[in-house]
């Protein structure tokens, strides 16, 4: 059970994962949308936590072939589940800091 929890902490303590996550909740989101809600976070970082969470089964990436062909992200419902168990955080965030 500690196992789990650890690689949980270890996913979301990285900078980034749960800001990613959250703008993800409400509806899918293009890189570039994604990169207009974070703005401090660099393309490059980016590009970087997309990977590991896809990796993770948090996030899916949809290539979308319409012309341009673009990539969207959405959450799976692994994800999903994830970003719920964050709204704690975000409510506790509200009231205490």
Do not use: Q
């Not at 899916?60 to 955080?89: C, F, M, Q, W």
Request: net charge positive; hydrophobic share 40%; proline share 3%.
């Amino acid at each position: 059970m500690c196992n789990k929890i650890e690689v949980a902490y270890h996913i979301i303590g990285k900078k980034w994962m749960c800001l990613i996550i959250h703008s993800l909740m409400e509806e899918p989101k293009r890189f570039s949308e994604i990169c207009t809600l974070i703005p401090d976070l660099s393309k490059r970082m980016l590009t970087e936590r997309m990977k590991e969470l896809e990796d993770c089964g948090i996030v899916l990436r949809n290539i979308i072939t319409d012309r341009p062909v673009r990539s969207e992200y959405s959450l799976t419902r692994k994800g999903h589940d994830l970003g719920v168990a964050l709204l704690g955080v975000e409510s506790w965030a509200e009231k205490w800091l």
